[in-house]
């Protein structure tokens, strides 16, 4: 009997059986299914599997997360089963049958915005930190800032409006440049094309209301007047001044010879798209980036705003978890752009949905402060929730057991009314969870600050009785047995090799920007489903051994990842970029072999980074501990310029 055998054949049944699948694939950690009725595929039976590590849903593909013996698992799936595997990209083909116009959509305006929400978030701190220092009166019995009373931080909050404005209200450029990055086009025109909409030759945006029409400049064509109108801060504008410049540079690659295409595609490109641009899709955006802001606006002021906020604070993590939640960026932005007052209500709800599901998290994790598998979990999610980012928890373990989603969502719309109710506002977006309260308009603190603790109380006492009572001795404790058996066949299965000195720490495998795994735009790292780790964000092309080792498991056939097993009994795997399986190997080369011992800074893949970006794929890799071995603790160490073969990134202790 094969290894998998028995969950093979589980697997089949609980997915829906052969006829249910459409293609099947893998990639180094998970199976990819595109199955004909996803509502077929029995969930909870499949994570029951003793094989199976979790499951999600992502661009149409129903994934089985299996870990590093992904491969002999689907060997032996596709035997048993009948099937026969397809390509990544044959996969990934026919997955975006099963997703509608809407998730294609909200898909596409995700990737657009993802880029450009760290720049959101250093600008919103930015702005938070000037409300502290210029807003609020601390000195001279509550009647001057810390502005008022010293020149160096009335010099510093000067200054700091350098940030403040490049972000916010030259917010165009970045959307342009975005779409222009995504589409596969020139980045540089698109830089150009987003100056243009923020030129300071423009009547800036945010001055149009309080212009009178007559004193508004204007080009003179003679046949006809244009009105010479920024765009600071409009988000619908610029998207579609985006595609616009895209689909024309595309169009005129296409048909231009390459032996002029260096001079008649950017000319060709741009200046019409300029021109569209500020006489048909910039005024036509504004109408309806306004109309949309107005909407919003009057639903959060009017005598119904209670409703609005509760339903708003009770669907927002649904929301999330379908990527629909991208659209409020850009009413938020319109928001900021449009209304009198430069703010927006509508952020501050979106921190306390946050908080309220990081505190759902914090009870999980007191109820199950015994289950150390479960532990890996939660802490991380906890900790990224209070920050602002939800997917870690609402993916990794909200969801999982249903019910503190659901407390989440209830203290979010308690939180949310109380909010929307005094009306709280926020100058600027990006900053959620905790940190969101220095967005907020300083007088609105005390109000926010209530608000922020029943998104704290009700979510977090909620899910503790309902855990209480619903939650198995196998979820709050863990199940002891199957993780001593599961360490007995290791040990069994392979001795650890004696070594001559102790393993400290693991080196950097590439030179780059090292950042925390739960920033890694993929839910399966990003939630340490596989095992905490750290990512690089690659300036060198070729990853190198952070140690001496063994080489576990590679991906022949794609090149894109291997596994490594060290002396200690650590087990690393490493995945150059998101979603890389796709590119078939094109842009990899693996450089070792599995069985192989490596020495540390030897070679093991060398990719192309340009190719990989071509593809749509961010290039960022992920450095993941699946097995701590006898490490015993282990640090993850991030947020600096690491040198690969060099710079430590994981320390055992």
């Given at each position: 009997m094969s290894k998998y055998t028995e969950d093979v054949k589980e697997l089949l049944e609980l997915i829906g059986g052969k006829e249910n699948i459409s293609a099947v694939s893998h990639c180094m950690t998970r199976m990819r299914f595109v199955l004909v009725d996803e509502k077929k595929a029995d969930t909870k039976g499949i994570e029951k599997l003793r094989s199976v590590k979790g499951t999600f849903t992502q661009a149409g593909q129903y994934q089985v997360i299996i870990g590093n013996d992904v491969s002999t698992f689907y060997n032996e799936f596709t035997a048993w089963a009948g099937v026969e595997g397809v390509s990544k990209e044959a996969a990934k083909q026919a997955a975006k049958t099963n997703q509608s116009w809407i998730q294609r959509l909200m898909s596409n305006?995700?990737?657009?915005?993802?880029?450009?929400?760290?720049?959101?978030?250093?600008?919103?701190?930015?702005l938070g930190f000037r409300n502290v220092i210029d807003s609020i009166a601390f000195f001279e019995n509550g009647t001057k800032t810390l502005v008022d009373i010293s020149q160096f931080w009335a010099g510093v909050d000067s200054f700091l409006w350098l940030i403040g404005e490049a972000v916010f209200w030259l917010l165009p450029v970045g959307i342009v440049w975005s779409i222009t990055k995504k589409m596969g086009t020139t980045q540089i025109l698109g830089i150009v094309l987003g100056l243009t909409l923020v030129s300071s030759q423009l009547l800036n945006g945010f001055d149009v209301a309080s212009t009178p029409e007559d004193q508004i400049p204007v080009w003179d064509f003679g046949f006809a007047k244009v009105q010479m109108i920024g765009y600071q801060g409009q988000v619908i504008a610029a998207m579609l001044a985006g595609f616009v410049l895209v689909y024309l540079e595309k169009f005129f690659r296409k048909i231009t010879p390459a032996v002029v295409s260096m001079i008649v595609v950017p000319f060709c490109s741009l200046v019409p798209a300029v021109f569209?641009?500020?006489?048909?899709?910039?005024?036509?955006?504004?109408?309806?980036?306004?109309?949309?802001?107005?909407?919003?606006?009057?639903?959060?002021?009017?005598?119904?705003?209670?409703?609005?906020?509760?339903?708003?604070?009770l669907l927002y993590a649904p929301v999330v978890m379908t990527g629909l939640h991208h659209m409020t960026n850009a009413i938020d932005s319109q928001l900021i752009a449009s209304t009198p007052t430069q703010t927006t209500i509508l952020w501050p709800m979106i921190a306390l949905s946050n908080i309220a599901q990081g505190s759902a998290v914090l009870a999980m994790s007191v109820l199950q402060k015994k289950n150390e598998r479960a532990q890996q979990v939660n802490v991380p999610a906890c900790i990224s929730c209070y920050l602002g980012v939800t997917e870690p928890a609402l993916f990794g373990v909200n969801l999982k057991y249903g019910f503190p989603l659901v407390c989440g969502m209830i203290g979010s719309a308690c939180a949310a009314v109380i909010s929307v109710g005094f009306g709280v506002q926020a100058?600027?977006?990006?900053v959620g969870g905790l940190p969101g309260i220095l967005s907020i308009v300083p007088r609105y603190y005390l109000i926010f600050a209530i608000a922020m603790l029943t998104a704290i109380v009700i979510p977090f006492v909620l899910t503790f009785v309902v855990g209480k009572a619903k939650l198995s001795k196998a979820d709050l404790y863990g199940d002891e047995t199957e993780a001593n058996e599961a360490k007995a066949n290791e040990a069994v299965e392979a001795e650890p090799e004696e070594t001559t000195a102790a393993l400290t720490d693991l080196k950097a495998g590439l030179t780059g920007k090292v950042i925390p795994i739960t920033e890694v735009p993929d839910e399966v790292f990003s939630q340490c489903v596989m095992g905490n780790g750290v990512?690089?964000?690659?300036?060198?092309?070729?990853?190198?051994?952070?140690?001496?080792?063994?080489?576990?498991?590679?991906?022949?056939?794609?090149?894109?990842?291997?596994?490594?097993?060290?002396?200690?009994?650590v087990e690393l795997l490493i995945h150059v970029g998101i979603d890389t399986v796709d590119m078939g190997g094109d842009g990899f080369e693996l450089l070792v072999e599995q069985g192989q011992e490596v020495k540390e800074g030897q070679p093991l893949i060398r990719f192309d980074q340009e190719k990989i970006r071509k593809a749509g794929h961010p290039s960022v890799t992920v450095f993941i501990v699946t097995d701590e071995g006898e490490a015993g603790h282990v640090e993850y160490l991030s947020g600096m310029e690491a040198v690969a073969g060099e710079t430590p990134i994981i320390r055992f202790s």
């Open positions: 305006l995700g990737e657009i915005f993802a880029p450009i929400i760290p720049a959101l978030i250093c600008g919103g701190l930015v569209i641009a500020h006489m048909v899709v910039g005024p036509i955006g504004w109408t309806i980036g306004n109309a949309i802001a107005d909407v919003v606006y009057a639903g959060l002021t009017s005598d119904f705003r209670f409703v609005f906020a509760g339903i708003f604070g100058l600027s977006i990006g990512a690089i964000e690659p300036e060198s092309d070729t990853v190198v051994a952070p140690g001496d080792a063994i080489v576990g498991v590679v991906m022949a056939d794609t090149g894109h990842a291997c596994g490594l097993v060290f002396a200690n009994g």
